[in-house]
């Protein structure tokens, strides 16, 4: 079992930033994939950006440039820098992990996160 608890969303406003954080806790694997997923209003979920624990991270173009996924040194903490927010980046944000060779995902509550002046 694995447990993800998201924090740092939060109301802001268009141009601005904010750090989401994901804490992992349980049965961690050494090897593994772990990212950020959100999902608005009326839309399915959307990848944002993911990250394994080996390698580079890959984005969603909507985010290039501006989002920044990284991992804590710790590698059980799960980081996402978004920088220049816009309104349409309003969603609930989630963290995912899953083992590598494993076929189960995990999912964190999720955090809100509006943009909007």
């Known amino acids: 079992q694995v447990q993800l608890v998201e924090s740092g969303g939060d109301l802001v406003q268009p141009g601005g930033s904010l750090r989401l954080s994901c804490a992992a806790s349980?049965?961690?694997?050494?090897?593994?994939?772990m990212g950020w997923y959100r999902q608005a209003p009326g839309n399915g979920r959307e990848l944002v950006a993911v990250?394994?624990?080996?390698?580079?991270?890959n984005y969603a173009d909507s985010v290039k440039g501006r989002f920044t996924i990284s991992r804590g040194d710790a590698k059980n903490t799960l980081y996402l820098q978004m920088n220049s927010l816009k309104p349409e980046d309003t969603a609930v944000y989630y963290c995912?992990?899953?083992?590598?060779?494993?076929?189960?995902?995990?999912w964190g509550q999720g955090t809100q996160v509006t943009v909007s002046s």
């Open positions: 990250i394994m624990s080996v390698g580079a991270p």
């Open positions: 995912h992990y899953r083992a590598v060779g494993y076929a189960y995902d995990y």
């Open positions: 349980g049965s961690i694997s050494s090897v593994n994939v």
